[in-house]
């Protein structure tokens, strides 16, 4: 259970090859939807993988946070939306980018829009968060009033320009069948379709913009959307599987961990990877045995199938429990390095920083 990537500690892998695989795939599918995509780039947050991007057409990319708008505008990205509620205490932020890069704002609160009109000294786009589902952030689709109120703040404003409605279903990741996601995208766009008749003839330059990896991955048909903003898919992870979004092979980021401890009557096995590592971000299942990551076999300097039978069950801040089988454990030695794929991809790349890759290659996470 050797790997040619030295690995003396938890090491973030990237499969460079099945990565460009999933950005060209879903690049083909916007393309092929007539659908403008924008991806999310707060999954990876990398300056060398966004030129992954870049090299399939993407020139328009969504991130979550003023300090990752500038850090990937530094870097020559010049149309970005933050797809989070606008936070005016961070107003030079705010201008700083505007006067630079055309720059899209969320607008999710009356109170909000207000401050955005009083701070903003270069001009925005705004979007207007609905809910359609998640109950995470947003105007509730059905509540036209509030809807307006926003709306009647910024229309006077010169220096905003209304650009449509934005929604994530999140609630499709905590589906368990791909016929439920795709009915979850389907009364998604219903809402969005019911909002955009509603207020195309007073803006005939709205848009519609989505996203989320599980309806990405796969709805073939956007409705009345106009733009895709999926992250995940990048990388996928163990979430995406099990619902559904993706195939094993899909997953293109994995964390090798040295193993430190077996203990055979438990079944057990400690690996040196732990909640500072794979956060704790974990799959609830009946029995209360919880998943927070999956083993697979390693494979050069990447991995191959899935081990079945054998899963990530515990964190602590260093250590990380495997529930092993009897067969695995035969085999396994204080000593040799696993390979595990990660419940949540972006919280993982997110605290480990470094993507290694096969002959000496790294790329830097923000």
């Excluded at 330059?205 to 995940?232: H, M, W, Y």
């Excluded at 695995?328 to 991809?345: A, Q, Y």
Aim: net charge neutral.
């Amino acid at each position: 259970m050797s790997t040619m990537i030295q690995v003396t500690e938890p090491t973030m892998v990237l499969n460079e090859e099945v990565c460009k695989s999933n950005i060209a795939r879903m690049a083909a599918k916007a393309k092929a939807a007539n659908v403008v995509f924008r991806p999310h780039f707060k999954t990876h947050q990398s300056r060398e993988i966004g030129e992954w991007f870049r090299a399939s057409g993407v020139d328009k990319i969504t991130v979550s946070s003023l300090n990752m708008a500038m850090k990937f505008a530094e870097w020559g990205w010049n149309d970005i939306t933050v797809a989070f509620p606008v936070n005016c205490l961070e107003h030079e932020k705010i201008n700083a980018l505007a006067a630079k890069i055309r720059l899209n704002l969320l607008l999710v609160h009356s109170e909000g829009a207000r401050q955005l009109s009083e701070c903003l000294k270069y001009p925005v786009g705004v979007y207007l968060g609905v809910d359609t589902g998640y109950h995470r952030d947003g105007v509730d689709a059905g509540n036209y009033e509030k809807i307006e109120r926003i709306m009647n703040i910024v229309a006077p404003d010169v220096n905003i320009k209304f650009e449509g409605f934005l929604t994530h279903a999140g609630h499709t990741y905590n589906a368990r069948s791909k016929e439920e996601i795709l009915q979850i995208h389907k009364d998604n766009l219903r809402m969005l379709k019911n909002i955009k008749e509603r207020y195309i003839d007073r803006y005939p330059q709205l848009k519609i913009s989505l996203g989320d990896t599980p309806s990405c991955s796969l709805a073939d048909r956007f409705g009345v959307a106009d733009e895709i903003r999926p992250g995940n898919f990048v990388f996928y992870d163990v979430t995406q599987l099990k619902i559904g979004s993706c195939d094993w092979y899909n997953i293109a980021l994995a964390v090798k961990c040295p193993v430190v401890d077996i203990n055979r009557h438990r079944n057990e096995a400690v690996i040196y990877g732990g909640g500072v590592h794979f956060s704790k971000d974990r799959i609830d299942r009946p029995g209360n045995r919880p998943l927070y990551g999956m083993v697979a076999e390693n494979h050069n300097d990447y991995w191959g199938n899935i081990i079945s039978g054998v899963e990530l069950v515990s964190l602590s801040q260093e250590h990380g429990v495997m529930h092993c089988t009897d067969d695995f454990l035969d085999r396994l030695h204080v000593g040799d390095v696993v390979t595990v794929l990660p419940v949540h991809s972006c919280m993982t790349a997110d605290l480990m920083k470094i993507y290694h890759m096969n002959d000496g290659k790294t790329a830097a996470h923000i």
